[in-house]
């Protein structure tokens, strides 16, 4: 397999294939937590990329000097380390985005996503590859969540990134308030996976 | 292979951590300054909005912190706790810090009152973690709006939270709408902090 031909594999897989979020159903917490404004997903997936790809080539390049007894410390130690530069990141220059995040920058470093990339890929493959593989489960991960999180804020509160958008923001749109509500993520969790797997199906019947 | 041997994965292990704290620690450092900077500043600009006439949005941090230095007098006894602006040499308005346990972390908020001890002239809350959308509008204008004007009573809850819709008193608040929990404590924690500032205040006139 060509070089080229290796990284769209890896990029179909991350995005659609075997997406984080709504084929493989890892990270949920987050994905129920953050996505009430899209702000703080934005936020949230940005850091997610960054960690997740960033770890995952970190375990790769120790990967012929880890013990395999102790791999998943390694990793664990090596998530956190970027997790902990993210949220002190935060914490200096953004310290508005910081509070609104609170722990969940911080619960990264037990988000599956990351802990099951390092594990299945990063643990057995090159950089390059752990490093891009990384980065597109990552951003699988990210619109999935970015998806939820427009619908919830708009329908929710009737605003998007914050700015009041017509029509939803206006006397005619009764607010959900369950949208921005915890429930509200398991509805659209919910929708989004049957969706998605839904297209998934039918396409794979096609071929 | 010496990947295989015990005593290596406690080594490797022990070196590896030692690396990436060395790291961490070391940025955490270099931020540290900024990281509590940004937490100080945060609470004197809620001081500076509850007081009369020294916050304006316009300005820098570099004069609110100025602003705060000269002109804001820090608690003593005789002001119970709270930060006191003083103006003709006397006390013009107080800001009352106050905190306890929110919905899912800690709220922390400043009340202004003013000069007669009594009327409650703006609150800001400068740290919070309620649910956005729900708990988390204590933060908006139209919330804190409400306790302009309201005066501290003198019973065991110098102030009360009413439902939506329900008429109000001279002490009386709306409470957020499906944020009931957020509510309570706020109310619980609010009205432990005035109950406190008043007995406080109400020894010190005794001793008199």
Not at chain 1, 104 to 127: F, K
Not at chain 1, 163 to 185: L, R, Y
Not at chain 1, 195 to 206: G, H, P, S
Not at chain 2, 159 to 186: M, W, Y
Request: with cysteine; aromatic share 12%; proline share 4%.
């Amino acid at each position: 397999m060509t070089k080229q031909s290796q990284a769209k594999t890896i990029a179909v897989e991350g995005l659609w294939r075997n997406n984080p979020i709504f084929r493989q159903v890892l990270g949920i917490c987050s994905t129920l937590a953050v996505t009430n404004l899209v702000l703080n997903t934005v936020v949230m997936s940005v850091a997610l990329v960054f960690t997740l790809s960033l770890s995952a080539a970190t375990v790769s390049v120790l990967r012929k000097f880890t013990p395999r007894n102790i791999r998943m410390m390694v990793e664990t130690l090596v998530i956190a380390f970027y997790v902990i530069i993210v949220d002190v990141v935060l914490k200096a220059y953004w310290p508005q985005m910081s509070g609104n995040l609170g722990p969940y920058v911080g619960l990264i470093i037990t988000n599956c996503i990351v802990m099951g990339r390092c594990e299945a890929y990063g643990n057995a493959n090159p950089v390059g590859r752990a490093f891009l593989d990384g980065f597109f489960n990552a951003i699988g991960y990210s619109f999935v969540l970015l998806i939820i999180a427009i619908v919830r804020e708009l329908m929710g509160m009737g605003t998007l990134l914050g700015f009041a958008v017509p029509f939803f923001s206006g006397p005619n749109w009764d607010k959900w308030i369950i949208m921005v509500m915890p429930p509200g993520a398991f509805f659209m969790l919910g929708i989004v996976t049957w969706v998605f797997r839904a297209v998934q199906i039918a396409r794979e019947e096609k071929t | 292979m010496i990947r295989e041997k015990r005593w290596f994965g406690v080594f490797y292990m022990f070196v590896v951590t030692a690396f990436f704290s060395t790291i961490v620690i070391g940025f955490s450092r270099f931020t540290r300054t900024r990281v509590e900077a940004n937490k100080a500043m945060a609470f004197e600009h809620a001081v500076l909005a509850v007081l009369p006439s020294l916050f304006d949005a316009g300005a820098d941090s570099i004069e609110l912190h100025r602003r705060f230095a000269e002109q804001v007098g820090a608690p003593d006894a005789s002001s119970a706790g709270a930060y006191t602006f003083e103006e003709n040499g006397r006390v013009a308005a107080y800001a009352l810090p106050i905190s306890g346990q929110g919905f899912w972390a800690p709220i922390k908020s400043v009340i202004g009152i003013d000069a007669d001890r009594k009327t409650i002239t703006a609150i800001v809350f400068y740290e919070q973690n309620e649910t956005p959308g729900l708990g988390a509008q204590i933060t908006t204008t139209e919330f804190r709006k409400q306790f302009e004007g309201k005066l501290v009573s003198s019973g065991a809850m110098p102030l009360n939270f009413k439902r939506a819709g329900e008429p109000l008193g001279e002490s009386d608040v709306h409470a957020v709408t499906g944020a009931t929990q957020t509510s309570i404590r706020l109310e619980k924690l609010i009205n432990a902090a005035l109950v406190k500032w008043r007995t406080e205040l109400g020894e010190r006139a005794g001793e008199k």
